[in-house]
T-cell receptor, first 114, second 112 residues
Framework: DVKVTQSSRYLVKRTGEKVFLECVQD?????MFWYRQDPGLGLRLIYF???????EKGDIPEGYSVSREKKERFSLILESASTNQTSMYLC?????????????FGPGTRLLVL | GNSVTQMEGPVTLSEEAFLTINCTYT??????LFWYVQYPGEGLQLLLK?????DKGSNKGFEATYRKETTSFHLEKGSVQVSDSAVYFC???????????FGTGTRLKVLA
């Protein structure tokens, strides 16, 4: 059974803190993604990684960075958290372009920045 | 650019009613199309998919047909249950790329 796990289900942080969200997949997928989900806006892509140490900016990368040191792990970093980063964060993985195309999602991390 | 438009919710139905959630898309080439479902407090799960025109995806009584002529991928179910209450997302994977485009989601509430 495929599995994507996220380090926390709920997080509360203060403005200015550095925040780490971690995602691990056990499917040996090359592609990994970070999205944020906000009411009325659907899912918006923050960053994408297609291989270890490789990354591409998505639609809303400002205020975020990512790290992929191992194939199974993809971290999202909020360098200095702000209240407008309060959101649900979803990690996903998939096979590379041309492969089976389904994205598999983790359970999400609900982040509140005070 | 590519986009996905789905009907706004919430949609409220009685148990055993017929469900349609409309989804239309704009895309170049030959995108793959998906419906994902999100139950309360959880991430998204794949419900069904179709990878080429006229394909029908189906799962758990839900169906959707890839209609290239009308650029649509409407979700249907003949008889909904209370357990189907969730948010449904229509999505496409851009042809030849890694990128997925999601609709804004439609909340379905089924009453007993």
């Amino acid at each position: 059974d495929v599995k994507v796990t996220q380090s926390s289900r709920y997080l509360v942080k203060r403005t200015g803190e550095k925040v780490f969200l971690e995602c691990v997949q056990d499917m040996d997928h090359e592609n990994m993604f970070w999205y944020r989900q906000d009411p009325g806006l659907g899912l918006r892509l923050i960053y994408f990684s297609y291989d270890v140490k490789m990354k591409e900016k998505g639609d809303i990368p400002e205020g975020y960075s990512v790290s992929r040191e191992k194939k199974e792990r993809f971290s999202l970093i909020l360098e200095s958290a702000s209240t407008n980063q309060t959101s649900m964060y979803l990690c996903a993985s998939s096979l590379p372009t041309g492969g089976e195309e389904t994205q598999y999602f983790g359970p999400g991390t609900r982040l509140l920045v005070l | 650019g590519n986009s996905v438009t789905q009907m706004e919710g919430p949609v409220t139905l009685s148990e055993e009613a017929f469900l349609t959630i409309n989804c239309t898309y704009t895309a170049t080439g030959y995108p793959s199309l998906f419906w994902y479902v999100q139950y309360p407090g959880e991430g998204l799960q794949l419900l069904l998919k179709a990878t080429k025109a006229d394909d029908k995806g189906s799962n758990k009584g839900f169906e959707a047909t890839y209609r290239k002529e009308t650029t649509s991928f409407h979700l249907e179910k003949g008889s909904v249950q209370v357990s189907d209450s969730a948010v449904y997302f229509c999505a496409l994977r851009e042809w030849g790329t890694y990128k997925y485009i999601f609709g804004t989601g439609t909340r379905l509430k089924v009453l007993a």
